[in-house]
């Protein structure tokens, strides 16, 4: 079997799964993060918190997307820069085999 054929073969199953896993869960289900899990089992046991607000809140939503948006790029930048240290090492490996 060719690659393309072989990708697109797979390419479809995903999209099958994907589709068919989206209608078991059905379009009333509300999605809940495991935050809001995680709270009200913790109220149920009636821990009392150390403090009420947090130590720096961003002055608006725009402004939390931002450092949202910036930690992940910082994230991506710091992981693409190991990646390409690792292939830049093992092309070097390489290159000192064949010379």
Known sequence: MKRSTLEAVVGIIIILALVIGALAIGGDSEWGGA???AEDMIA?????PWFESPLWAPPSGEVESLLFALQAAIGTGVACLIFGYWLGQSRSRKDEKQA
């Not at 149920?44 to 009392?48: K, Q, S």
């Open 35 to 37: 935050d809001g899990g």
């Open 44 to 48: 149920e046991t009636g821990y009392e």
